[in-house]
């Protein structure tokens, strides 16, 4: 009966189908219980749904016909439903899905160029594309989605999405116009409320949840952001209420929702990114074993004994017992857990966790053991020399901060009536004789001399930096740059503040270099200060603020005021990916007040707050590779080099492949913009970009907004160069000094990121002890083993490449426009990059450039573009992706 009752309907839907054109489209997306594959009850129910006829629908939008009963929109076709929800399983890639999607063809609405969809579900899924076939008068018609979908019931309207066609604000078609200005809207939001997980909002706000204070005073924090005291970037806003203690704090989430702090939807990352991405759990270890790894080590429980102690943890592991994994597991929840399980519904992790969470989901004894870092690899002591020392300033994680020294002694900028002299101490005396025949003037002359200069960053911090566990200096290390292309180093100037008062200056010492007996072991503490407040700039301003926060207000703006339809959207687009969502973790679990952060690195408390008075100094076209460099004196305008610019030091690896990669990317986005922009006109009277870049300026980096150098964005020029910053920082610069971070800091003896006890004075046991048990009294005064063990575990995961990253020159889908011209450039810009990558190999081949293997036997690879997954130690991934 039923069985009859179904063939007379579809016989007479049959029927009328003969007399009507219909529009064949095929739908690919991956459903939500793919990732959630515990989620049964989602699954269900959306079963349950499509039986009862509650579907997910479809419908065309006209890009030539409007409607003026629908306040001239694009004309509307009828709906159309995914067919074989229930029975379509078969995926194309782990995950995805196929439905096919059949319209009803209507003369009236021409040309698709959007279309609407309806979400009638329970639950969410992931739209990929929509494609239609044999469209009258067009052919194919390709929408690329790449969005979450939630029920109807989560939004106010149905969701939008159009056609990869380009259009400027001016060249919309009528008929999509408010479609397009509508879904701006809705992306910038109304600034009220707390923002749930289905909100596409992106809106700004300060840093003002890194502390919580409601847990006492010493987790307070000051705000970052909107103050001439602590200028920053803006973050994305999640609206959550303010703290009972203090209401300019916002609150916090607890452990246990890290996971959910809110970014929109899309920005969040993909279930492979999350399966790779165990931080929220290293976060549970460093909260949670602290005390009982203290009590598991040996002799000394907050030191390693010996330089093989320190191996053992790449080369035997450090055993943990069975009661302390007991507790673990018992202190961490199974839904934290669980995480760590999602697949692709098919299999369980295919990638290497972290050791360290690895001894908290397994059963019986474990072994705290990392993977053996480049640094070390092929010799166990080359770290330690001279030429390496200074050679990882040059191609190293941190190799952005070097200067030619332009005066001798060197002088410091802060402020004398606070802070008194800081002119250097060095002399003439302590370095002459180290400069092949020249004199100091000489040498400055020749461009021989150059400066690594930590003093007036960390200075002011000193004294509140020092009141902590951590003891350190100021330092100034001045090296020669010899015939060979290598650095000497000569000197190294640590200073304290002025027991009396800052305003009577520093109080410093100076030492020059030595290999044997005591005074070689304190010049080996010399370096390792100096590599203390090198990791420290590397990771707070290098690493976070220039790259992690200086992108973010780029996401958001361009997310704000640009629309997808826009060509800067498309052409920055993929260089945002996931850098939202990485962020707001770090806000949670590493940045935060009693982070990972604070732990391990040596400001403690103060190191956000430090960070935010460098930012004072942060100017935007000083972003660019050549501009920094120049600043640095360390490249010079030569009309008969390459691009006009000559390398002082030509063996400077990171500048030699940086100009490289910079100039490649400027190639690229000078033809994209070139063809969409004919003229400066273009460039001035285009309203999208104009609200885009205002907004940029006075909101995102709203503290510098009256900053003078602030490109005006009325010429294709300052389009195109604004454009190439964008992306530079977002890949490039990033990739340098992350990506190096396990493979040189993952040895920590190489770069501490804390001292703990001054230099040793004569006639004291410290001293005794360096004259006695040198290596000891060096691991006694830098990272204790707790924080070198919770320290290498989070770079290690910062370190690795997700296995679905996305690399520069590649895009996640081959049909992101329509357009020819900008498809062929990007095709030569794929190669200009294969091209960079055979020279670099090239060059880390050549015995003439010593500084791109160095004494360690590790060739810079840092800026080669592409890699694999995992701990390369190269690859440049598109965005501010980890």
């Known amino acids: 009966m039923l069985h009859n009752i179904i063939n007379a309907i579809t016989g007479d839907q049959n029927h009328e189908n003969d007399k009507k054109k219909i529009i064949k489209g095929s739908v690919v997306l991956m459903k939500k219980n793919v990732l959630d594959f515990n989620d049964f009850h989602a699954s269900i129910l959306d079963r349950v749904h499509e039986l009862l006829g509650q579907r997910v629908s479809l419908q065309l939008i006209s890009a030539v016909n409007a409607d003026r009963a629908n306040g001239l929109k694009g004309m509307l076709g009828k709906a159309a439903y995914l067919e074989d929800w229930i029975t379509t399983i078969a995926p194309l890639t782990p995950g995805d899905s196929a439905f096919k999607v059949s319209f009803e063809w209507e003369d009236e609405i021409g040309v698709p160029g959007a279309f609407l969809i309806r979400n009638n579900h329970h639950s969410e899924f992931y739209l990929k594309t929509l494609t239609l076939e044999d469209v009258p008068g067009e052919g194919r018609v390709h929408f690329v989605c790449n969005s979450w979908v939630y029920p109807a019931s989560k939004y106010q309207t149905d969701r939008v999405f159009f056609s990869n066609k380009t259009y400027f604000p001016s060249e919309t078609p009528s008929s999509l116009i408010k479609y397009r200005e509508e879904e701006l809207e809705i992306l910038r939001g109304n600034g009220k409320g707390e923002l749930k997980e289905w909100d596409r909002v992106y809106d700004y706000a300060y840093y003002n949840d890194l502390g919580n204070p409601d847990d006492g005073q010493e987790y307070a924090r000051p705000v970052l952001g909107g103050s ?102 018992e202190k961490i929840p199974a839904e934290l857990l669980k995480e760590i399980f999602r697949t692709d519904g098919a299999q369980l992790l295919k990638y290497p966790l972290p050791q360290v969470v690895k001894g908290i989901i397994s059963d019986g004894a474990q072994l705290l053991k990392y993977p053996l870092p480049q640094v070390v690899k092929e010799d166990r002591s080359a770290w330690r020399t001279d030429e390496e020392f200074a050679r990882e300033m040059l191609s190293g994680v941190n190799p952005v901060i070097i200067s030619r020294l332009q005066e001798f002694p060197p002088r410091s900028k802060l402020d004398q009536e606070v802070y008194g002299d800081h002119t250097s101490t060095i002399t003439e005396q302590h370095i002459e004789n180290n400069l092949d025949g020249l004199t100091v003037t000489e040498a400055i002359e020749k461009n021989k001399l150059f400066i690594l200069d930590h003093h007036d960053t960390l200075f002011p911090y000193l004294r509140r930096i020092n009141s902590t566990s951590t003891k350190t200096y100021a330092s100034r290390t001045l090296l020669f740059l010899k015939n060979d292309g290598t650095l000497k180093p000569l000197v190294i100037e640590l200073s304290l503040p002025h027991p009396d008062g800052d305003q009577f200056g520093g109080i410093s010492k100076v030492y020059t270099p030595a290999e044997e007996g005591v005074e070689g072991s304190i010049w080996q ?62 806000r949670q679990i590493l940045i935060n007040a009693g982070g990972i952060l604070e732990f391990t690195v040596f400001p403690a408390k103060y190191a956000m707050e430090m960070s935010s008075v460098v930012y004072k100094n942060w100017v935007f076209p000083e972003q660019a590779l050549p501009a920094d460099l120049i600043k640095r004196q360390v490249l010079f305008r030569d009309s008969n080099s390459p691009h006009g610019l000559r390398l002082l030091i030509e063996d400077y690896p990171y500048a030699a492949d940086g100009l490289e990669i910079w100039y490649a990317i400027k190639t690229w986005v000078e033809d994209y913009c070139s063809y969409y922009y004919k003229s400066d006109e273009m460039v001035q009277k285009d309203s999208e970009l104009q609200s885009w870049w205002k907004e940029l300026r006075e909101e995102g980096h709203g503290d510098k907004k009256n900053e003078p150098w602030w490109p005006k964005m009325q010429t294709r020029e300052e389009l195109i160069d604004s454009c190439t910053i964008i992306i530079w920082i977002a890949s490039a610069l990033h990739a340098a000094v992350n990506f190096g971070q396990y493979p040189y800091a993952g040895y920590l003896p190489n770069r501490p990121t804390v001292s703990r006890r001054f230099m040793p004075e004569k006639g004291t046991p410290e001293y005794e002890e360096l004259q006695s048990d040198p290596d000891k009294a060096f691991l006694k005064t830098i990272t204790a083993q707790l924080q070198t063990l919770i320290g290498i575990s989070i770079i290690e995961l910062l370190s690795r490449h997700a296995s679905d990253e996305v690399y520069l020159g590649q895009r996640d889908t081959p049909e992101w426009t329509t357009d020819t011209n900008p498809l062929e450039a990007f095709e030569r810009f794929g190669k200009k990059l294969g091209e960079i990558e055979d020279k670099i190999i090239s060059m880390n081949n050549d015995e003439r450039l010593k500084n791109r293997v160095g004494p360690v036997k590790m060739p810079y690879t840092l800026l080669f573009p592409t890699s694999e997954g995992g701990l390369t130690g190269k690859g440049i991934p598109n965005s501010v992706s980890i």
């Open 228 to 329: 001439t005291e602590y200028p920053y970037p803006r973050r994305g806003r999640t609206g959550r209420p303010p703290t009972k203690t203090d209401p300019k704090t916002e609150s916090r989430l607890g452990i246990l929702m890290s996971l959910n702090i809110y970014v929109p939807r899309d920005e969040r990352f993909g279930h492979l990114k999350l399966s790779d991405f165990l931080a929220f759990a290293l976060k549970s270890v460093a909260q949670v074993i602290t005390p009982e790894l203290e009590s598991v080590f040996d002799k000394t429980p907050s030191e390693f004994d010996s330089f093989q102690d320190v191996m053992d943890i790449y080369e035997g592991g450090i055993k943990l017992p069975e009661d302390l994994l007991k507790h673990i597991r």
């Open 525 to 586: 503490l010399a370096k390792a200060y100096v590599a203390v407040n090198d990791s420290g700039v590397h990771q707070l301003i290098s690493h976070w603020l220039n790259t992690h926060a200086a992108i973010e207000p780029f996401v958001i703006a361009t997310n704000r005021q640009l629309s997808v339809l826009h060509p800067i959207h498309k052409l920055l687009h993929p260089h945002f990916r996931d850098t939202m969502n990485i962020n707001a973790f770090a």
